[in-house]
């Protein structure tokens, strides 16, 4: 099991997942763009673990290479994926075994000219060699049933077409299930259906995680989804985890600047940190990320110190990880006094340690 993001409740167990140190850059053109850098951290049988962070941030590139499916153009240039202990080979073209992946859009994954019964008895099929054709389909009816769908022998002999949104995520969890997966990546799987469908689809991923024991990662820009579904929670900026831990202790102490910037756009949580305020500016061009924090242009609490070297994700209590250079032990004796009267009081002091 790799350090990274351990806490009481895991001690003694393996991780079903173990990221260590995964780099990931862009390949082709020069220079290369480091745009996954350092990420480590494990998933565990049962546990939903949330990853989080704006457009851009590595989020999704982060599940392509635990899925094994890097897309043209970028490769992976450091570090390990093991699941089920065994490691994963991000340059193939194909899931692993015991690995399933639900996409934001479901029209992109499946198959418009084949029936969804089909779809899914064919996913089965790949599971379980040797099972008869009658057998497979008998088996899909009962997925769908099991992933909530009204008549599920008529819908078995439907194309996607004839599906709203919401039905094509359940087929498309459907066929995620039907491989009978010990890892399930859900990679913004609400985000193009209506207010109204989200819940009753994050309800059924949750209860599917549940029951089957499954270690799931979610990958959503989305902090309110993402951390009333997620036990443990990793904010990403810009290619960098920069703050992990158990869920409620991040809603309850946001230690990084931007956990805070994030949690102070959703109006239920802005109160308790002192108001409703939009995080300033945008994330900076990777190809013109300087040595330290990435995140410094836009904080009020940065110092030159910010931006001058490293900032390492260094291991707090109870599973906590931050990168800040207010938490990292180095700090100079006089942070507090140079960081601004307004931001200290905006964002709760300085240096806290
Ligand atoms: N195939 C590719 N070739 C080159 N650059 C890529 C490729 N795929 C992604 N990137 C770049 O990698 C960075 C991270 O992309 P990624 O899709 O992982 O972000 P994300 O956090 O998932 O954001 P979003 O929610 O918008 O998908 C972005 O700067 C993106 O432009």
Redesign the pocket.
């Known amino acids: 099991m790799s350090e990274h993001n351990q806490n009481i409740a895991h001690v003694g167990r393996r991780p079903v997942v173990s990221v260590t140190d995964l780099g990931i850059e862009?390949c082709g053109h020069d220079p290369h763009?480091q745009?996954?850098d350092g990420v480590s951290f494990d998933v565990f049988a049962g546990e939903m673990v949330g990853l989080v962070?704006?457009?851009?941030?590595?989020?999704?590139?982060?599940?392509?290479a635990l899925a094994g499916l890097l897309?043209?153009?970028?490769r992976q240039n450091a570090g390990t994926i093991t699941i089920g202990g065994q490691v994963v080979d991000t340059s193939a073209t194909a899931c692993p075994d015991g690995v399933s992946v639900i996409f934001q859009n479901p029209m992109t994954s499946l198959n418009p000219s084949m029936r969804i019964g089909d779809q899914i008895a064919e996913a089965v099929r790949i599971r379980h060699r040797g099972i008869s054709r009658g057998d497979a389909k008998r088996r899909a009816v009962e997925i769908l049933d099991r992933v909530e769908m009204n008549r599920p022998a008529e819908r078995a002999k439907q194309y996607p077409f004839e599906f709203s949104g919401g039905m094509r995520q359940r087929a498309m969890i459907g066929i995620a299930i039907a491989r009978e997966p010990q890892v399930l990546i859900a990679?913004?799987p609400t985000t193009a259906l209506d207010v109204t469908v989200q819940k009753s689809v994050m309800d059924l991923i949750d209860r599917l995680r549940t029951e089957m024991g499954l270690a799931a990662l979610l990958?959503s820009?989305d902090l309110g989804v993402v951390s009333e579904r997620s036990d443990r929670m990793m904010v990403?900026y810009a290619?960098q985890l920069v703050d992990t831990g158990p869920t409620e202790a991040m809603l309850g102490d946001p230690l990084h600047p931007y956990l805070e910037g994030l949690l102070r756009c959703i109006p239920e949580r802005a109160m308790e940190l002192g108001g409703l305020q939009p995080l300033p500016g945008s994330v900076l061009a990777?190809a013109e990320a300087g040595p330290g924090c990435r995140f410094a242009p836009r904080c009020a609490l940065r110092i030159p110190e910010c931006e001058a070297q490293p900032i390492p994700l260094r291991p707090m209590a109870d599973g906590r990880q931050v990168r800040c250079i207010r938490r990292d032990g180095t700090l100079p004796d006089d942070l507090n006094a140079r960081i601004p009267v307004a931001a200290q009081a905006n964002f709760g002091g300085g240096n806290d340690d």
């Open positions: 862009t763009v745009l996954v962070g704006e457009s851009g941030s590595g989020k999704s590139l982060t599940g392509s897309p043209d153009g970028v990679d913004e990958i820009h990403m290619g990777l």
